[in-house]
């Protein structure tokens, strides 16, 4: 006698469906904070994750390759706020497709007028959105959960002269604990100057450089207030405008900073489980892109290998930092260039 399948179909699907549904599930919030500077060629495309799942993109990057398949690789189903630094395409064009996929609650802009089509497609696409729209100023803040967000540029009225629209660029602020980043979109020196006038208080554990790491952002008296351990340039392989460019890492280098860039790292992840130690993670394995002065030696030991990468080379989760035994001690480095598959501690 043959079995009867219809009566245990209804059954085995439903079983089916469950699987199905257990291997989709959204991946659990990061046990802290993680930035994500995103290779997406010669652009700019950030996205920070909050401990308690907050989600915010700073930029996009280019139609194409665009951002939006790493939100898709991350489990990105919301974004509690999205930020166009300036209206270049190089920062744009790939927000398009995000707009279109994923519900996003507040959209943030620089303000300047712009009339390319790729512009007037993103601002299109915003309206459709339904997303709140809101326009950065200084003094003002962006709020995510427990994420704050400080806009330190543009104001009113905004910097004129040809490079304009890169020195009117979002400039913010985040703090997480004793662990602060400094995001800068385009901006150069002019908007450099302004900034040091509003604030002296720029001081910041990573600073993403302006415009690519070009020459013509990073002063030296930008860098001498903001006195970071490590920064990271958003730069495509082989460009053709030189990003990034050598006066710049020679600034970097008399002040001892640790750099990485999306050309030769991929994507590089920057993550705090308890505001006090961090970590990077990079999508390639390869040589930092410039090598500081006088770096002390480090003495490390490897932990278990908590980090794991996907097939595609994109981070799925992160190592736990160890924690520092006194908490008020300032950050510390817990890795090393190329060490993708193990987090490393500090021994003194």
Known sequence: ????????????????????????????????????????????????????????????????PGVLSHLRREHVIKL???????????HVGGLIAVL???????????????????????LDAIDR??????????GGEIKAGKL???????????????????NNSVVLHLTYGQISFLLTGDAETEAEKSILAYTGDLKATVLKLGHHGSRTSTSEAFLQAVRPELAVYMAGAGNPYGHPHRQTLTRLRRLNVKVYGTDNNGTVVISSADGVNYSVSTEKGGEVAFAPQNTPSLRAKRSNP?????????????????????????PRWLDRPGDCFASLAMTS
């Open 1 to 64: 006698m043959k079995p009867d399948l219809r009566r245990g179909g209804p059954l085995l699907l439903f079983l089916l469906l469950l699987l199905a549904l257990a291997g989709c599930r959204q991946p659990a919030a990061p046990q802290g904070l993680q930035v994500h500077f995103i290779d997406v060629g010669q652009g700019d495309a950030i996205l920070v994750r909050g401990p308690e799942g907050e989600t915010v993109l700073i930029d996009g990057g280019e139609a194409e």
């Open 80 to 90: 509690d706020a999205l930020v166009t630094t300036h209206p270049h395409s190089d």
């Open 100 to 122: 279109k996929e994923i519900p996003v609650k507040e959209v943030w802009v620089d303000g300047q007028v712009h009339t390319t089509r790729t512009y007037e497609n993103l």
């Open 129 to 138: 959105s339904g997303a709140v729209f809101k326009e950065a100023r200084r």
């Open 148 to 166: 704050t967000f400080k806009i330190l540029h543009p104001t009113t009225p905004f910097l004129e002269g040809p490079d304009a629209l890169n």
């Open 306 to 330: 908590l980090v794991g990468w996907t097939s595609a080379g994109l981070l799925r989760r992160f190592a736990r930092p160890v924690l520092a035994s006194d908490a008020k001690q300032s």
